[in-house]
């Protein structure tokens, strides 16, 4: 048996891994913001609400990001770029006052539980790889200080093409050349108990293995076993790209003593289009990529090397970046354009909650669960009065009088001034009775503004904004009764107007 032989024999074994299964597996979502006409944080927030998505990753510390994604529960994942990585690394009080500004200023309201130190630094920043380290340590220590090591992780996002030899992936290992960077790296992502940030895109390792990957492999789509990649030292079978991508990494690490630390997806995707010379790059594959991707992380598939350790993967990305340099391809990995349409409809039957309303990108306004019967009646007024709302429907005998309660009433009105407002965030607020959602609180013969496909264009109305005719806390003191069913009620709007005016 060669040496070659005896090493890959040793490793198996010794690559019995400690990682277990994450029970908090998830797919979050990367936010670029290389668009000519980048929405409004409040509007990302409100999207991100919409699909359910519970995970982001900023390529940044944006502060309106961070404000807006305030008291939303949102896990935030922050980063320092790669432009302020020499300046960190080189200095523990600028990394200090970093995390002050970009951290601890807003949490634990903006729930930020990863920093990202740089991103694929090695490979599109070498000159900033002797100190990447040290910007990784500072960073920590500041956490450290502030007493909030233990609620976020600190890693930095690799490219996968830092493994080499990635298959089979039992013979993975890292360039070399990198390992000075990569061994101090491991041992404080083991130390602290942070995990392995890796970038996988199997859309390049397809375009570039010149037809030695099929495209079904790269796809997650179905293979029958002789079609499989086997791994020829552990005869495990593959059926996709990403799975082998992770265990190599799994063995990369194993290869330089490291059993224990696991592997994050900060980015992985497939473009929904590009120029003549990326015919793969389509609609139809992006959406297969995708749903495919969502459906493996949030089953807890696992890998054939850790089967049941889910693997946490945040898409790229959010929108399409139509100001991105580069081929055509590089603008359209989005799942969004900038108007949070979705660019096609994923198929996620049995994935779970996240994105799982098709990215249909219908959104309502509606009662909070719980909200004070006494501040709807006065928010529900104030819509009906100063909002300019068309309430009539709610009057005894219309469409939507039934159920008679201040719930019902105050949801039609409060979701029909969002869609008068064209949906903006800010409209469905009420002082913090209303809340976004995406299912459709149509009922019977009462049907709402967006299921009546207004897109909340309903007519050349101008309603004031709610933030200064809510902002007295006095109004919620006010009840004028319990439900429009009269010309008494009409009289009773009349007299809160005025209160709130």
């Given at each position: 048996?060669?040496?070659?032989?005896?090493?890959?024999?040793?490793?198996?074994?010794?690559?019995?891994?400690?990682?277990?299964?994450?029970?908090?597996?998830?797919?979050?979502?990367?936010?670029?913001?290389?668009?000519?006409?980048?929405?409004?944080?409040?509007?990302?927030?409100?999207?991100?609400?919409?699909?359910?998505?519970?995970?982001?990753?900023?390529?940044?510390?944006?502060?309106?990001?961070?404000?807006?994604?305030?008291?939303?529960?949102?896990?935030?994942?922050?980063?320092?770029?790669?432009?302020?990585?020499?300046?960190?690394?080189?200095?523990n009080t600028t990394a200090a006052n970093w995390v002050s500004r970009n951290v601890v200023a807003h949490y634990?309201?903006?729930?930020?539980?990863?920093?990202?130190?740089?991103?694929?630094?090695?490979?599109?920043?070498?000159?900033?790889?002797?100190?990447?380290?040290?910007?990784?340590?500072?960073?920590?220590?500041?956490?450290?200080?502030?007493?909030?090591?233990?609620?976020?992780?600190?890693?930095?996002?690799?490219?996968?093409?830092?493994?080499?030899?990635?298959?089979?992936?039992?013979?993975?290992?890292?360039?070399?050349?990198?390992?000075?960077?990569?061994?101090?790296?491991?041992?404080?992502?083991?130390?602290?108990?942070?995990?392995?940030?890796?970038?996988?895109?199997?859309?390049y390792d397809y375009m570039q293995s010149n037809g030695v990957i099929p495209l079904d492999y790269a796809l997650?789509?179905?293979?029958?076993?002789?079609?499989?990649?086997?791994?020829?030292?552990?005869?495990?079978?593959?059926?996709?790209?990403?799975?082998?991508?992770?265990?190599?990494?799994?063995?990369?690490?194993?290869?330089?003593?490291?059993?224990?630390?696991?592997?994050?997806?900060?980015?992985?995707?497939?473009?929904?289009?590009?120029?003549?010379?990326?015919?793969?790059?389509?609609?139809?594959?992006?959406?297969?990529?995708?749903?495919?991707?969502?459906?493996?992380?949030?089953?807890?598939?696992?890998?054939?090397?850790?089967?049941?350790?889910?693997?946490?993967?945040?898409?790229?990305?959010?929108?399409?970046?139509?100001?991105?340099?580069?081929?055509?391809?590089?603008?359209?990995w989005g799942l969004f354009d900038a108007n949070g349409d979705p660019v096609y409809k994923l198929h996620l039957?049995?994935?779970?909650?996240?994105?799982?309303?098709?990215?249909?990108?219908?959104?309502?306004?509606?009662?909070?669960?719980?909200?004070?019967?006494?501040?709807?009646?006065?928010?529900?007024?104030?819509?009906?009065?100063?909002?300019?709302?068309?309430?009539?429907?709610?009057?005894?005998?219309?469409?939507?009088?039934?159920?008679?309660?201040?719930?019902?009433?105050?949801?039609?009105?409060?979701?029909?001034?969002?869609?008068?407002?064209?949906?903006?965030?800010?409209?469905?607020?009420?002082?913090?009775?209303?809340?976004?959602?995406?299912?459709?609180?149509?009922?019977?013969?009462?049907?709402?503004?967006?299921?009546?496909?207004?897109?909340?264009?309903?007519?050349?109305?101008?309603?004031?904004?709610?933030?200064?005719?809510?902002?007295?806390?006095?109004?919620?003191?006010?009840?004028?009764?319990?439900?429009?069913?009269?010309?008494?009620?009409?009289?009773?709007?009349?007299?809160?107007?005025?209160?709130?005016?």
């Amino acid at each position: 048996m060669n040496q070659m032989a005896v090493h890959i024999l040793l490793l198996l074994l010794f690559a019995v891994s400690d990682v277990t299964a994450d029970e908090d597996a998830f797919i979050g979502v990367n936010i670029g913001t290389s668009l000519s006409d980048m929405p409004h944080s409040t509007q990302v927030v409100a999207l991100l609400k919409a699909q359910q998505i519970r995970h982001v990753r900023l390529y940044d510390a944006d502060r309106g990001m961070l404000v807006a994604l305030a008291n939303t529960g949102i896990q935030v994942a922050v980063s320092v770029p790669n432009e302020q990585l020499l300046g960190i690394g080189q200095s523990n009080t600028t990394a200090a006052n970093w995390v002050s500004r970009n951290v601890v200023a807003h949490y634990p309201a903006t729930n930020i539980t990863t920093i990202c130190v740089g991103s694929d630094v090695l490979t599109s920043l070498p000159n900033a790889a002797p100190v990447l380290v040290n910007a990784i340590k500072f960073i920590h220590s500041a956490l450290v200080a502030s007493n909030l090591d233990r609620q976020i992780k600190v890693s930095t996002p690799l490219s996968s093409s830092l493994i080499l030899d990635s298959f089979p992936p039992s013979q993975a290992f890292f360039n070399r050349s990198w390992n000075p960077v990569l061994v101090p790296m491991l041992n404080f992502l083991q130390s602290t108990g942070s995990f392995l940030m890796l970038n996988i895109y199997p859309y390049y390792d397809y375009m570039q293995s010149n037809g030695v990957i099929p495209l079904d492999y790269a796809l997650f789509k179905p293979l029958p076993p002789n079609k499989e990649a086997v791994d020829s030292n552990t005869l495990v079978h593959y059926t996709n790209v990403f799975d082998a991508m992770v265990d190599a990494a799994y063995f990369a690490m194993a290869f330089l003593n490291f059993t224990n630390i696991p592997v994050m997806v900060t980015e992985s995707g497939w473009p929904s289009k590009g120029d003549s010379n990326e015919p793969d790059a389509t609609s139809e594959n992006a959406n297969t990529y995708n749903s495919n991707l969502i459906r493996h992380v949030l089953n807890k598939t696992g890998t054939p090397k850790h089967p049941g350790v889910g693997v946490s993967t945040y898409i790229y990305e959010l929108y399409n970046e139509d100001t991105k340099p580069g081929p055509l391809s590089e603008k359209n990995w989005g799942l969004f354009d900038a108007n949070g349409d979705p660019v096609y409809k994923l198929h996620l039957t049995g994935s779970g909650s996240v994105l799982a309303n098709d990215t249909t990108n219908q959104t309502y306004c509606t009662a909070r669960d719980g909200a004070d019967p006494k501040m709807l009646q006065a928010a529900l007024d104030w819509a009906c009065g100063p909002g300019k709302v068309d309430c009539s429907a709610l009057l005894q005998g219309q469409p939507c009088y039934e159920p008679d309660n201040v719930i019902a009433h105050a949801t039609y009105a409060f979701d029909t001034y969002y869609h008068q407002m064209r949906k903006d965030p800010a409209a469905c607020d009420f002082n913090g009775v209303a809340t976004i959602t995406t299912s459709d609180p149509s009922h019977g013969s009462c049907m709402f503004p967006g299921s009546l496909g207004r897109n909340g264009t309903m007519g050349n109305i101008t309603a004031p904004s709610m933030n200064s005719s809510l902002s007295d806390s006095s109004a919620y003191k006010i009840y004028c009764g319990s439900a429009l069913m009269s010309i008494l009620t009409v009289i009773r709007l009349l007299a809160c107007s005025v209160v709130f005016l």
